[in-house]
C-alpha cells in the first residue's frame, strides 16, 4: 500500500514569499491534516479536511495561510507571504478512522 | 498551554534493557491516546494507542499503560533494540472535539546504547 506522499521535500525562500506544499493521501482516507512541527515542538494541527470540506483550521494563520482538498483528495497548503517563523516541517496525514493517522515524510521548509 | 507534556527531551538505555517513556495530559475530556516514533527526516509512523477504558495494551515489545486518575501515560519498550532509537511522540484526542484532531506531546529523544 501506497503511504502518504508529499512534494517537495525541502524549500528555502525569503521573507515575503510565496510557497505551495501538496499532499497526496492513502488511497480512500477520507480525513486529511496539515501539520506545522517547528523544531524542537511536537506536531501542530493547522487544519483537517473530511472529504473535501474543512473539519477544524482553527489554528490556521488565515491571514496568510491557505489550504485546499481537490475533489475530496490531494490537498495543497499555501503560505502568502512567508514569514521567518513559519520555518517548520510541514506534515500531511490521513486517516481511515480514529484509531490512526498516516503521516507523509513532510515538507521541511526554511525561510531566510 | 501544552495540554499533552512530555518533560523528559531525552533517555539513553542500554540495549536489551527496558526503555520507560513518560507522558501527561491535562485535558480529562481526552479518551484515547496514541504513541508515534520518528527517524529523522520522515514522518511520525504509529507505534501503539490505548483508549480510556483500558488501562494497558500490549503489542510485542511495546505496551502502553493508562492512569487516568494521574492523567498520566507510559510506554514500555522491553527488550529496547538500537532499532528503536528515535524521538517518541505521545499524542491524545477527545471524542466529544467531534473530530479526530490530535494533540501532540515534544517528544522524547530516545537512544538505545549498544
Known amino acids: 500500500e501506497a503511504g502518504v506522499a508529499q512534494s517537495p521535500r525541502y524549500k528555502i525562500i525569503e521573507k515575503r514569499q510565496s510557497v505551495a506544499f501538496w499532499c497526496n493521501p492513502i488511497?480512500?482516507?477520507?480525513?486529511l491534516y496539515w501539520y506545522q512541527q517547528i523544531l524542537g515542538q511536537g506536531p501542530k494541527l493547522l487544519i483537517q479536511?473530511?472529504?473535501?470540506?474543512?473539519?477544524?483550521d482553527s489554528q490556521l494563520p488565515k491571514d496568510r495561510f491557505s489550504a485546499e482538498r481537490l475533489k475530496g483528495v490531494d490537498s495543497t497548503l499555501k503560505i502568502q507571504p512567508a514569514k521567518l517563523e513559519d520555518s517548520a516541517v510541514y506534515l500531511c496525514?490521513?486517516?481511515?478512522?480514529?484509531?490512526?493517522?498516516?503521516f507523509g515524510p513532510g515538507t521541511r521548509l526554511t525561510v531566510l | 498551554d501544552q495540554q499533552v507534556k512530555q518533560n523528559s527531551p531525552s533517555l539513553s538505555v542500554q540495549e536489551g534493557r527496558i526503555s520507560i517513556l513518560n507522558c501527561d495530559y491535562t485535558?480529562?475530556?481526552?479518551?484515547?491516546f496514541l504513541w508515534y516514533k520518528k527517524y529523522p527526516a520522515e514522518g511520525p509512523t504509529f507505534l501503539i494507542s490505548?483508549?480510556?477504558?483500558?488501562d494497558k495494551n500490549e503489542d510485542g515489545r511495546f505496551t502502553v499503560f493508562l492512569n487516568k486518575s494521574a492523567k498520566h501515560l507510559s510506554l514500555h519498550i522491553v527488550p529496547s533494540q538500537p532499532g528503536d532509537s528515535a524521538v517518541y511522540f505521545c499524542?491524545?484526542?477527545?471524542?466529544?472535539?467531534?473530530?479526530?484532531?490530535?494533540?501532540f506531546g515534544t517528544g522524547t529523544r530516545l537512544t538505545i546504547i549498544p
Open positions: 490505548i483508549s480510556s477504558i483500558k
Open positions: 488511497s480512500g482516507h477520507a480525513t
Open positions: 496525514a490521513s486517516s481511515p478512522s480514529r484509531d490512526t493517522q498516516y
Open positions: 499524542a491524545a484526542s477527545a471524542a466529544d472535539f467531534g473530530n479526530e484532531k490530535l494533540t
Open positions: 479536511f473530511q472529504n473535501n470540506g474543512v473539519v477544524d
Open positions: 485535558n480529562s475530556m481526552f479518551d484515547y
